[in-house]
């Protein structure tokens, strides 16, 4: 199927067709269906843009002519395109700009009505106060930035514009400010300060070193939370500075340290300034506008008096890290983002990723255009297009530095800000925009991607290249080169490009199947287990042999569950197997035996699809139950049988695990437990080895945990709906002049609530009164007391499986002497020197660093949850090695303070 | 939000052509829907296939996952007919879906996604009259991922086939049973017009029918 196709479908209603259509002609794109004269307008001002320079006069006086003339409409016309274009923004301030002129015929009426450029600048400003409000950071610093041009264009007073960049700076003095809100504040700072900083430096008012100071003195005040973000992994270092990355803020002072030193000479050619073209204002006809002064208000911290029956708060704020971006290319490829015009350029490129996220092909459109709204000669002109007449240019190029700024945010850590797919999928639209310039651009960085790999990228930012890789080549045929990569081989199975071969071929091969994606092998690899399997990942029904002693067992069970049998009969049936087995003698830990054969036959009779397996869990939940009983020995079996079942098949593995723990038949803490009793890494491919993390059990953590956690989300959201619920209805009955409220019956006005139904209901975020009730009035309600049962249980379930990852985790790196199982490594690998030596590491080093790497990535991810509960895990977790004094137990102890934000 | 363009995670102008929801209802439905229908799929993709790509929009930690794929089913063979179900435990992941996967490729294939008003028994079968969807009822092309030729094409040929088979049930053997096909020119000139057919674009098709069950149609075949 083509992918121009869609368009040809037929289509009811010119709405659904618009947006359908997949062809990306502008022009008919743009044939927009507004009502009114008002939208119209307002679609004309969004839609600036062919040819920016030239229309603007025109545009200028269509929006003059509009009568009556409406400021509130233009004003918010030009609100939607600042925030939503950020590309645009300074030929929005040319518009305002000639606006500003007094229009022919008007000058009568000039002295005593302000111009409307002055009255639209008015009615902005309000549409900033409620960004302001809101805290919609971006819009806040997208506005700035116009704010900042107007200032240049000398309708924005200096002063005014100084003391509204003084404003964010002060946030930044409050005590105790969240990373996010801090980051957000500086940057509005920074980028307001790049764009105005040459007219604001020359103002005798200038408060720009003192702005710099401030922004100095907070970036090293949150010095120790970069080190866990970094995207080169490194366990020893105490620097924030690595090589081929940067950090936002740090960036951002270079550029204002840089711009401050030169007296803002450089930035007036960094970015457009169209607005310098027009003739300089005379400050004595119309005087400058005045930002009034702004107070940037605090953060909303919503209470929901729902707190853990330990009484901690059970409450989940995201956890804001720095921003830290991987440089791929060299600055003479793309842009330098420690120059003014490359930091505008890659926030302009960062927030367009934001901004469009809503629909990546639009995005990517907007993306392969954007030299149109650069400084001519920025991006190198295409291939074909006529050489431009001036030689000054930088001539970066467009598609690496768009790749490279997708792939920055999709490795960010401890998460990327949209779901990694997007990025993935972005990626893909702009191949198929144009193949052969984004093309070469998403080579070259895989190939830069997989040599950092040897240098300590993050065990993390690994995996999601690992994922975008497979994602992206099964959208492309699967064509890559790997014969490039077949040296390599000779590299420990456990080095990190020989894992990112392994984990990267195993993608592809869950999204096709093995004989496709073997066929894209060279012959070495092909052959090598190490690279990829030589079976197709099937399932492995141990007793299915005949010479296996169980074989008989196996096969009555599987008669029984084949015959849909009832779960009864083959749990009585089980019984009479396991009084046999044992009557024999012959056999030890006959019921770990008896649970391993009937597990895999009812994996068995599931295997043959995920539908399978689900309605064989179904139909056998009593069994399964039975199986599982009440102790944790017999879960722990049931998960063995399952890895044992799919050993071939990890996918398989994840799968069941996930919906074991759905059903209830395991929690998350035994599957923690499991991952963490079984570890071996990869080295179930070399023999035993000791105790490793590698991506494939930090899946299996990672799902324990989103669940142990997603279960908390839902069962918080429910009593907050059952509290909403019933004080609407007391409410109502109190509303309805109903005086005796006791004998009413709430309880039959309130639908009941289903699992699952309960999961779509959206809640207002409610205020501190409505969810605070007296203990009694939930006790009239029975429903919510089930619901406050249920959360008290399921954060109780939380707190157990996150305590037993940090235990698991401290088994691995650093045991304490008296544990049976030593990792030697995981003192040894941790050190400068060490890391110095990796070319000679062997498997068991590559995995223990691994495994630092997963523990790292664990404590930044779950911050937000190990913060709610650090007394309690940080006691229980930390028990073994409190008050040691290996290097292991202190890099774990650093990291974990640094992650709960003990360290500052 | 979106004053610029239009977002991709709308409703479309599919819907379910056998429900007897009211409009207003189907779109309340829709709005909350955790339900997507994915078309075009390969008959020879497997669930797991599609799971791997579907999870990549969930969010287990906001309690959501996967809650079950439907496959759409043949309903007189039962066998995958190139559409299925995937139900998620929470809207916002469907959405993602529509946002992020809808007009990529799966199994080399670019599928699409749409919301849809929740699965009912009976939906998971094929409503053509040959028992597949009724997309493959008409189709005119050559599609080896989805059985070759569209259904009633599927019966044009076993029709033709039918002909091709009975036509020479009537030969014979022995002298005489072979036409001797008349002697060489002696006075009219007659037109010599090839029958050969050429070549035509489906011949392609016959090549991948042998084995190959994807299929290449790679207009965006990347340089790397």
């Known amino acids: 199927m083509s992918y121009d196709r869609q368009s040809d479908r037929p289509h009811r209603g010119g709405r659904s067709r618009r947006y359908r259509a997949d062809d990306y002609d502008t022009h008919d794109r743009r044939r927009e269906a507004f009502a009114t004269p008002e939208d119209i307008l307002k679609g004309e001002i969004i839609k600036l843009g062919e040819d920016a320079i030239q229309e603007l006069p025109r545009l200028a006086k269509q929006i003059r002519e509009q009568v009556p003339v409406s400021v509130p409409v233009i004003s918010e016309g030009i609100r939607m395109a600042v925030t939503e274009q950020p590309y645009k923004i300074p030929y929005y301030a040319a518009l305002l700009r000639l606006l500003h002129d007094t229009a ?17 600048l008015e009615d902005f400003w309000k549409g900033f106060q409620g960004y302001l409000d809101k805290l919609a950071w971006r819009e806040i610093r997208l506005c700035i930035h116009l704010f900042a041009h107007l200032t240049v264009a000398q309708i924005i007073s200096i002063e005014s514009m100084s003391a509204l960049l003084q404003s964010f700076a002060a946030v930044l003095d409050e005590f105790g400010v969240s990373y996010g809100r801090g980051r957000n504040a500086a940057l509005s700072a920074i980028e307001g300060l790049i764009i105005s900083g040459a007219v604001m430096a020359k103002s005798s008012s200038s408060n720009t070193t003192e702005i710099i100071k401030t922004i100095q003195n907070y970036n090293d005040s949150i010095y ?179 790749v490279e700024a997708v792939l920055g945010s999709l490795f960010l850590l401890p998460d990327s800000t949209h779901k990694s797919v997007y990025h993935i999928a972005l990626i893909t639209e702009l191949c198929k925009l144009s193949p052969s310039t984004v093309g070469p651009a998403v080579g070259k960085s895989i190939r830069k991607l997989y040599s950092a790999l040897a240098d300590g990228l993050d065990v993390e930012i690994a995996r999601r290249f690992a994922e975008w890789f497979a994602a992206h080549m099964s959208n492309f045929g699967f064509s890559w080169v790997w014969k490039e990569w077949v040296p390599d081989l000779a590299l420990s199975e456990q080095h990190p490009k020989r894992t990112f071969m392994r984990r990267a071929l195993e993608f592809e091969i869950r999204l096709s199947y093995h004989d496709r994606v073997l066929k894209t092998l060279p012959e070495p690899m092909q052959n090598d287990t190490n690279v990829i399997s030589d079976q197709a990942p099937g399932p492995t029904f141990e007793y299915e042999d005949p010479a296996n002693p169980h074989y008989d067992a196996a096969q009555s069970i599987l008669d029984l569950l084949r015959g849909r049998s009832k779960a009864e009969e083959v749990l009585s049936h089980i019984e009479s197997l396991k009084t046999t087995l044992e009557a024999s003698g012959t056999h030890v830990h006959v019921d770990s035996t008896i649970r391993s ?168 975020a409610p205020s501190l009164t409505e969810l605070f009730l007296p203990d009694d009035s939930a006790s009239e309600n029975p429903q919510l007391t089930v619901a406050l049962k249920a959360f008290a249980s399921l954060t109780r379930e939380q707190k157990g499986a996150l305590a037993r990852t940090i235990e698991g985790f401290v088994s691995c790196l650093a045991p304490p002497p008296s544990a049976g199982r030593q990792n030697p490594h995981a003192q040894t690998v941790v050190t400068e020197q060490a890391w110095e030596n990796r070319s000679e590491w062997q498997a068991d080093e590559w995995n223990t660093w691994e495994t630092w790497g997963w523990y790292r990535h664990f404590c930044r991810t779950y911050s937000p949850y190990l913060r709610n509960y650090q007394e309690t895990l940080g006691t229980v977790g930390f028990a073994k090695i409190e008050g040691s004094t290996s290097p292991a137990a202190k890099l774990m102890k650093k990291t974990w303070n640094i992650a709960t934000g003990q360290e500052a | ?168 049930a009537d030969a014979q053997e022995g002298p005489g049973a072979v036409a001797g096909g008349g002697g060489d020119w002696k006075e009219t000139e007659t037109v010599d017009t090839s029958r050969k057919r050429g070549r035509s674009p489906e011949d392609e098709g016959d090549n991948l029918r042998l084995g190959h069950r994807s299929r290449m149609d790679d207009m965006e075949a990347e340089r790397m």
């Open chain 2, 1 to 168: 939000m979106a004053h610029v363009v239009q977002p991709l995670d709308q409703p479309s102008n599919y819907k379910d052509s056998q429900s007897r929801v009211e409009r207003a209802k189907q779109n309340d439905l829709l709005s909350k829907s955790t339900t997507l229908y994915i078309g075009n799929l390969s008959f020879y993709t497997t669930e797991e296939q599609i799971y791997e790509l579907f999870t990549k929009c969930a969010s287990p930690e906001d309690g959501g996952g996967i809650k079950r794929i439907i496959m759409g089913l043949d309903r007189n063979t039962r066998t995958p007919c190139g559409f299925c179900f995937v139900e998620y435990y929470t809207h916002a992941e469907a959405l993602a879906s529509m946002k992020y996967v809808s007009g990529t490729k799966l199994d080399e294939r670019i599928i699409r996604c749409d919301l849809d008003l929740g699965y009912r028994e009976g939906r998971q079968f094929g409503r053509g009259k040959s028992g597949g969807q009724v997309r493959d009822e008409h189709r005119q092309d050559y599609d080896p991922g989805r059985g070759g030729w569209g259904a009633q094409a599927q019966r044009a040929e076993a029709e033709r086939r039918r002909e091709v088979e009975e036509r020479y």
């Open chain 1, 224 to 402: 120790s939370s970069k080190l866990l973000v970094q995207p080169m992994m490194s366990l020893f270092t105490e620097s924030r500075f690595v090589k081929n990355t940067d950090e936002v803020l740090d960036t951002g002072l270079a550029v204002l340290k840089a711009l401050d030193f030169s007296e803002f000479a450089e930035a007036s050619d960094s970015f457009p300034q169209p607005y310098l073209d027009f003739p300089d204002l005379d400050p004595t006809e119309s005087a400058p506008f005045e930002l009034p002064a702004i107070l940037v208000p605090p953060e909303v911290i919503e209470l929901d008096g729902l707190a853990t029956d330990a009484g901690e708060d059970a409450q989940v704020k995201k956890e804001e890290w720095p921003h830290y971006f991987l440089h791929l290319f060299d600055d003479i490829t793309t842009p330098d983002p420690a120059t003014p015009t490359g930091f505008l350029i890659r926030s302009n490129i960062l927030d367009t990723i934001d901004i469009f996220e809503i629909n990546r092909k639009e995005c990517a459109r907007l993306l392969l255009e954007y030299p149109k709204w650069c400084v001519p000669g920025t991006f190198r002109p295409k291939p074909g297009a006529p050489v431009p007449e001036f030689e000054s240019g930088k001539n970066w190029q467009l598609e690496s530095a768009v």
């Open chain 1, 597 to 764: 054969i009937s597990i895999h036959c009812l994996l068995s009779i599931g295997s043959r699809s995920f539908s399978h397996l689900l309605n064989a869990i179904e139909r056998y939940l009593p069994l399964l139950r039975g199986l599982a009983g009440t102790d944790t020995e017999s879960k722990q079996d049931i998960l063995s049988a399952v890895a044992s079942f799919w050993r071939l098949n990890r996918q398989m593995v994840n799968i069941v695990f996930d919906k074991l723990m759905q059903y209830q038949i395991v929690d998350p803490t035994d599957v923690v437990g499991w991952t963490f009793e079984n570890v071996t890494g990869d080295a179930h491919l070399s023999g035993m080895r000791p105790m490793s993390l590698s991506a494939f059990e930090w899946d299996l953590l990672r799902g324990a945990l989103d669940k142990a956690n997603g279960r908390v989300m839902v069962a918080r959201r429910k009593v907050a709906a059952l509290r909403k619920e019933h004080d609407d209805s007391v409410a109502r009955v109190k509303a309805s002049g109903g005086a005796d409220v006791g004998s009413m019956e709430i309880d039959t006005e309130m639908k009941p609530f289903k699992q699952g139904t309960v999961q779509h209901i959206i809640v207002l």
């Open chain 1, 104 to 120: 022919e015929g008007e000058n009568a009426e000039s002295s005593t009505t302000s111009s409307l450029g002055k009255q639209v």
